[in-house]
């Protein structure tokens, strides 16, 4: 399967968990939102150009946005994230480049403790940006205070067990030039 077709059919499949099963639970609604629909951003492929994958990451959030009416808040995360990804890539690979043996960040391509701080630094700062978006909204510092933290560690915990659970098969390319 050609990675555009893989990544067209992940996108789809990551706005139709995040809006029609991770915002209806309503149980967790109120201090705790899971979201999981940027992992998707922080699958993409290493080689990717910056201003293609801030491009996709504007229609990631956009798409939500529409399916929310949230009136941008996902997509600025999604751009944010999409920003500081490169930086944060080229802090976490070692200078051997990872990038150039596998296609895109996973626990098999950066190891547990590198792929676990990637996600756990880009999932804190999307949430902090959305929470503080939505807070400028209504006005309450605790409960952004609390609403990030808690949405932070329960997103996080979703992102690795799907990481766990759906193993993408990767080869290691060997002779790249």
Aim: glycine share 4%; proline share 3%.
């Amino acid at each position: 399967m050609s990675n555009l077709i893989k990544n067209i059919i992940r996108f789809c499949l990551f706005i139709l968990v995040q809006v029609y099963v991770l915002d209806q639970v309503p149980a967790l609604h109120r201090l705790i939102t899971p979201y999981v629909y940027f992992l998707f951003i922080l699958w993409l492929p290493f080689k990717m150009n910056r201003l293609v994958q801030m491009l996709v990451a504007f229609a990631l959030g956009f798409t939500l946005d529409c399916f929310t009416n949230s009136y941008g808040l996902h997509t600025a995360s999604c751009v944010l994230i999409a920003y500081i990804r490169p930086f944060l890539i080229n802090l976490l690979i070692s200078q051997e480049g990872v990038e150039k043996n596998y296609n895109e960040p996973s626990i098999q391509s950066l190891g547990f403790t590198a792929y676990f701080t990637y996600a756990a630094i880009l999932t804190f700062v999307h949430h902090i940006f959305l929470f503080f978006l939505q807070a400028l909204q209504t006005g309450g510092i605790f409960y952004f205070v609390i609403k990030s933290l808690s949405s932070t560690a329960i997103s996080l915990l979703l992102i690795l067990l799907i990481e766990l659970i759906f193993v993408r098969k990767q080869k290691f390319r060997t002779n790249t030039v």
